[in-house]
């Protein structure tokens, strides 16, 4: 299978900070697909193939990346921005998530 | 609106079988698969399969495929998913969630199961 593996595991970051986390592939990738989650609550598509936005996800997140290496980007911390963040792909059997990403506010 | 409203918690003895439900509403319910995923305490998320509600086409997680069953019934636009022979490695929150077919744009709530005696 496919493993995604999230770096850092926990980072925190202060308001306006800039934030960047990472998914790497054990095997290239078409697409990265990233989910929001907050404590007891459903994870959140936050952003599909790549680099779109969710409906109602803010402007200041972006994803990019290409092949075995994507990344999710801040561009200024907001308190809201707080949770723990999945990266996922189904470009090869079986779907398969990142352990995560678990952002804080410092 | 789109919903996916899934059944309520369980707590059931080891090795018995459980099945949890999953309600969709606001869509075509034979338009798009359904998705299952796993997530224990604590951890990070691990998918189970999917159902093609038109037909009941099931594709499982190999990990999976002798603990779960999917299915769905068409005329009251639910998706089941059934587990087996359970053990604490059970316990966990489940959802269901719409697929895209690659990604999963609505999930439910969760159903949590417990596993003890």
């Known amino acids: 299978e496919n493993v995604l593996t999230q770096s850092p595991a926990i980072m925190s970051a202060s308001l306006g900070e800039k934030v960047t986390m990472s998914c790497r592939a054990s095997?290239?990738?078409?697409?990265m697909y990233w989910y929001q989650q907050k404590s007891d609550a459903s994870p959140k598509l936050w952003i599909y193939y790549t680099s779109n936005l969710a409906p109602g996800v803010p402007a200041r997140f972006s994803g990019s990346g290409s092949g075995n290496s994507y990344s999710l980007t801040i561009s200024s911390m907001e308190g809201e921005d707080a949770a723990t963040y999945y990266c996922?792909?189904?470009?090869?059997?079986?779907?398969?998530f990142g352990a995560g990403t678990k952002l804080e506010l410092k | 609106q789109v919903q996916l409203q899934q059944s309520g918690p369980e707590l059931v003895r080891p090795g018995a079988s459980v099945k949890m439900s999953c309600k969709a509403s606001?869509?075509?319910?034979?338009?798009?698969?359904m998705h299952w995923v796993k997530q224990r305490p604590g951890q990070g998320l691990e998918w189970i399969g999917m159902i093609d509600p038109s037909n009941s086409e099931t594709r499982l997680n190999q990990k999976f495929k002798d603990k779960a069953t999917l299915n769905v019934d068409k005329s009251s636009n639910t998706a089941y998913m059934q587990l087996s022979s359970l053990t604490s490695e059970d316990s966990a929150v489940y959802y269901c969630?719409?697929?895209?077919?690659?990604?999963?744009?609505?999930w439910g709530q969760g159903t949590t199961l417990t596993v003890s005696s």
């Open positions: 606001g869509y075509t319910f034979t338009s798009y698969w």
């Open positions: 996922q792909q189904f470009t090869s059997s079986p779907l398969t």
């Open positions: 969630a719409r697929g895209r077919p690659h990604y999963f744009d609505y």
């Open positions: 095997s290239s990738v078409n697409y």
